[in-house]
């Protein structure tokens, strides 16, 4: 994980004077737990999850506030913020502000969509098939969130159907069982930062 990160900072900025990374893939494919860890590596780098974006009204339709809030002021070198959603509260909390970093993780479903795609440094995507992903969602979440797992699945297909991330991703993330695989994407060009495999365990290889 150290090497991607490495590989990371040496990207030229994408957001002002933010290396923007996209996490995107299928809820429930492991977005959060990996940006997490990539995070660690970066030495605490900031995650804005799209959870925190999105609401129950607007699953999707969210790409205004994210632009508003977080795009614009670091575009400009300034910070940044966000007014996280509670959802079971079903309302937004107090803003909450987000400096700008040299690297800053954005993970959720849509983080590759095509109105952030020029801000991004590389785009990220969790390979992990679609109904595996749902299906470790739903158990994830348990029966309470059923009806909400219903309404989302059909919201996610025309969001992708619509506006696919994945033929934009510079990396695919592949989820093996002593740490992660990091292969080259369907919208990656060759270059010195071009990731080849990824474990996080002690016998990493490129």
Known sequence: MRDLAARLRRLPPSLGPVRLIGVDGHAGSGKS?????????????????????????????????????????????????????????????????????????????????????PHLARLLWMELPREESWARGRLRDGAEQREFWDGWVEAERAHFAADPSYPHADLLVTQTPVGYEVLPGPGSTPGPDQTVTLSDGPSAMW
């Open 33 to 117: 737990t990996f940006a997490g860890r990539l995070a660690a590596a970066l030495d605490g780098a900031p995650v804005l999850h799209l959870d925190d974006i999105a609401s129950h009204e607007q699953l999707f339709a969210w790409t205004d506030r994210l632009l508003t809030q977080v795009i614009g002021p670091l575009a400009r070198g300034e910070s940044g913020y966000y007014t996280p959603y509670d959802w079971r509260a079903r309302a937004f909390a107090a803003p909450r502000p987000l400096p700008a970093a040299p690297v800053m993780l954005l993970e959720g479903v849509g983080a590759g969509r095509r109105e952030l795609r």
